[in-house]
């Protein structure tokens, strides 16, 4: 017997095999890098995952994403081979044959209607070499102005009022191990501890040392329980908040008047501003109380070191740049910043939203994020690319405008790498309409997603686990991404998918690199001088845990804070925004009563085409629901864990209603993670921001009805009980 055993487990020896990967999670800002060991036992596999430990900013830790991240790259749905749309079906082709086609296509509507009838939109998961070689294949391979991102989905108003008012946009302008000495810390419109649950140790940190925590949400949230004030604001009124608490932080004499004499410009005409507003119509057109505003300034304004983190809460707006510029208002007249424990931070979102955001992916931007309408940039940008700079194009339209370019039959051809418009997209029946109107629509993915359905043709794409590269995390640090498992054969980088790409588009010489490294070290040169400048930071560095740009030489240490000494405009001088008339939202009427505003769920990320695909993450959250005050319900004649139609002038949706007391009684909440008609973007609002042409994410009017088949049916239940 014991032979036999024996017999058996050498078999199995010679058969089981391990390989250990290293590598980082594809999902949100922080990057967490991990080690994923899989086993092959006879002919099964089986996978573990263990957080690295000497991460300096996850510190070893990983959430559920993270943990089940695998699952989606195995998911036997990954597309493995491209596919071409004929009558309807899917075909397998060649490698060859699919980017012979797109350079017929391309070639023959350029030819006929000029080079912008192409359109390039990327992603903030696309490594830092993807999002530059993007940037660089719209405006070199095929000369096109039209390239633009899900990035301006994202970060775009947060990016644009850091700009405006420091002269550079890095998400977080300190190191995350600052935070435990914060003593104020203000949370507007962030949700991190579902967001990004790795983070949630610094602020912990902080509470034991004695901080006191503010947050602004219309929700409850697993983050709100954390903090010792929430401040239930209406959706879409945080602008008006912001200046009521430096109305406050003015009137009780909070402010730092060296700092804000030698390091700023604009208060006088600020304050003067601020003298002529109420209080109390703050507080009655906020739907809170006004001692709650003068409670969060004081606390804010009386601690020695503070911080403010705002997110898509309060950055999603039709006037999210001048929202967050007024936050910024608060940070400069209190002088807290360019200290430590003193700083501000826009939570950064995509795994690589800071340096998709760097390198040249959004319309009007060049590498080192350099402007494409300026004349010095560009003649950089072009010398580096051995390019002439008259042959660059200007500056293209924001990624919703694009569509809209569609639409208008402009832009006729759309090459997608790294999105998924027609679920992530603010009123996305229009977006289906539109793509459907294009002449070819070529989408790089993994997945079918609903976008990709739409195509004519389909790239397949690697995922992080078998993709090398750069990302940039929400702190500013430039991260080595390992890729160590093999990917499927016929499978290609996206950075490969592009050289190709331009090979057959006969620019093979402007696109000729062996791997990622060289192309990053192209990078650094094109970023060098720039405001993001990563001249310093090389492959050898990067892999040493990481380094935070700004870094312009080799030897240099990084720039971990910012703005110690001065800021980076032009006279070192931080700007404070004087206010302009704030754009008017959506009218709320009759028709459309209530506030609807959207988000996240712990479990999915953004339209869900990955996480729906890992088993255990989508066993825990298999569909869409409305958060719904109960009083409110009872208004509308729903009733919990029901089906439920939201409805506003541009389409509707069917989810489950949820209860709860947690959110406030005119505000209703779904999240985003679902697509067809389960897609609460078919309902959202496409109205933009007029600087950064970010789409109100978070405030549309919409009611809410209870699904007439399921109320016929309930009421039929009850007649046949009473008969
Ligand atoms: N689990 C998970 N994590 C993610 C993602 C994901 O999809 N799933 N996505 C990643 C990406 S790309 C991003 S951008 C980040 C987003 O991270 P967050 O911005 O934190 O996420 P959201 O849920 O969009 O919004 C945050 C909070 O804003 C509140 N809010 C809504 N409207 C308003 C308003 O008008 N004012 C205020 N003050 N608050 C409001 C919502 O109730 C919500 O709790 O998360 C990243 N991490
Ligand atoms: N209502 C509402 N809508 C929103 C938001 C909201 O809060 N409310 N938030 C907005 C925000 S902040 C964001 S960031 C956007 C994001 O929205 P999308 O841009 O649509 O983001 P994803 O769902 O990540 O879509 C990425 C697609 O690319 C694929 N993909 C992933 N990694 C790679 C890669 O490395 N290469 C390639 N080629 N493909 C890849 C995925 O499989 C997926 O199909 O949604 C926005 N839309
Ligand atoms: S989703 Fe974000 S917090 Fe979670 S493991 Fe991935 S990177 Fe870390
Ligand atoms: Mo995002």
């Given at each position: 017997m014991s032979d036999l055993i024996q017999y058996f487990r050498e078999k199995q020896m010679k058969q089981s095999s391990e390989q250990v990967m290293k590598g980082r999670c594809p999902y949100c800002s922080m990057q967490c890098s991990m080690e994923l060991i899989e086993e092959h036992i006879i002919e099964r596999k089986r996978f573990k995952v263990k957080p690295n430990k000497q991460d300096p900013t996850s510190e070893g830790r990983l959430c559920i994403k993270g943990l089940q991240a695998h699952q989606h790259a195995i998911n036997t749905e990954r597309v493995k081979y491209p596919l071409l749309k004929i009558d309807g079906e899917w075909v397998r082709i060649s490698w060859e044959l699919a980017l012979e086609m797109i350079a017929e296509k391309f070639s023959s509507l350029q030819q006929e209607y000029g080079h912008h009838s192409i359109g390039v939109y990327g992603g903030g998961s696309l490594t830092n070499e993807e999002a530059y070689l993007l940037g660089k294949f719209a405006r070199v391979g095929l000369q096109t102005k039209y390239i633009d991102y899900n990035g301006r989905f994202c970060m775009s108003a947060a990016a644009s009022a850091a700009n405006a008012t420091f002269g550079i946009d890095r998400g977080m302008t300190n190191g995350l191990t600052e935070i435990q000495d914060a003593k104020c810390i203000i949370l507007a419109g962030t949700n991190i501890a579902e967001?990004?649950?790795?983070?949630?140790p610094y602020f912990r940190k902080a509470k034991k040392n004695g901080a006191f925590i503010i947050a602004i949400d219309p929700r409850e949230t697993a983050t709100t329980k954390m903090t010792d004030l929430h401040i239930k604001v209406k959706p879409g009124t945080d602008a008006n908040l912001a200046m009521g608490l430096l109305k406050v932080l003015v009137d009780e004499r909070y402010c730092d008047e060296t700092f804000i004499a030698e390091r700023t410009k604009n208060f006088d005409e600020v304050k003067q501003q601020i003298s002529s507003i109420s209080l109390t119509e703050i507080a009655n057109h906020c739907g809170i109380s006004k001692e709650e505003i003068m409670e969060a300034a004081r606390q804010y304004g009386k601690a020695e070191t503070g911080m403010i983190f705002t997110a898509?809460?309060?950055?999603?707006?039709?006037n999210g740049y001048e929202t967050v510029r007024h936050f910024l208002n608060i940070v400069l007249a209190t002088g807290k910043i360019g200290r430590h424990a003193c700083g501000y931070g826009a939570i950064t979102g995509q795994g690589n939203g800071q340096g998709g955001r760097e390198h040249g992916q959004k319309a009007d931007q060049l590498p080192g994020y350099r402007s494409i309408e300026n004349d010095e940039d560009r003649k950089y940008v072009a010398s580096v690319w051995e390019v002439d700079e008259a042959d660059l194009p200007r500056k293209g339209v924001s990624a919703y405008e694009l569509i809209e370019k569609i639409d208008e039959e402009e832009v006729k051809a759309l090459f997608l790498m790294g999105?998924?418009?027609?679920?992530?997209?603010?009123?996305a029946i229009f977006v289906e309409k539109a793509l459907e109107k294009l002449n070819f629509l070529v989408v790089v993915d993994m997945f079918v997603s609903e976008t990709a359905r739409m195509a004519d043709l389909i790239l397949p794409t690697t995922s992080y686990l078998e993709d090398e590269g750069t990302m940039t995390n929400l702190e500013g640090r430039v991260v080595y991404r390992h890729a160590e498992r093999k990917a499927p054969k016929e499978v290609k980088h996206d950075w490969e998918i592009l050289c190709e790409l331009a090979k057959v588009l006969g620019k093979e010489e402007k696109f000729n690199y062996q791997n990622v490294e060289e192309i990053f070290n192209e990078l650094r040169k094109a970023s060098k001088g720039g405001i993001a400048d990563y001249y310093g930071i090389t492959y050898e560095r990067v892999k040493d845990g990481g380094v935070f740009w700004p870094c312009p030489k080799e030897g240099h240490p990084g720039t971990t804070r910012l703005f110690e000494k001065s800021f980076h405009t032009k006279d070192g001088l931080a700007e404070f925004n004087v206010n302009k008339k704030l754009k008017e939202k959506e009218k709320i009427t009759e028709e459309f009563p209530l506030i609807l505003t959207t988000g996240r769920l712990m479990e999915h990320y953004l339209t869900g085409v990955q996480t729906r695909r890992s088993q255990e993450l989508f066993e825990r959250s298999k569909q869409p629901y409305v958060e719904i005050h109960p009083e409110t319900a009872k208004d509308y004649g729903i009733e919990d864990d029901m089906l439920v139609r939201i409805e506003s002038k541009r389409g509707s949706v069917l989810v489950k209603s949820k209860f709860t007391d947690r959110i406030r009684r005119d505000t209703l909440f779904v999240p985003f993670h679902w697509g067809d008609f389960q897609c609460i973007n078919r309902v959202t609002n496409p109205a933009l921001d007029p600087v950064c042409r970010m789409p109100e994410f978070k405030v549309s009017y919409v009611n809410i009805n209870p699904n007439q088949l399921i109320k016929a049916k309930i009421e039929a239940d009850k007649q046949s009980v009473v008969i």
């Open positions: 967001c990004q649950p790795t983070i949630m898509r809460g309060v950055e999603q707006h039709t999105s998924n418009p027609v679920v992530s997209s603010p009123n």
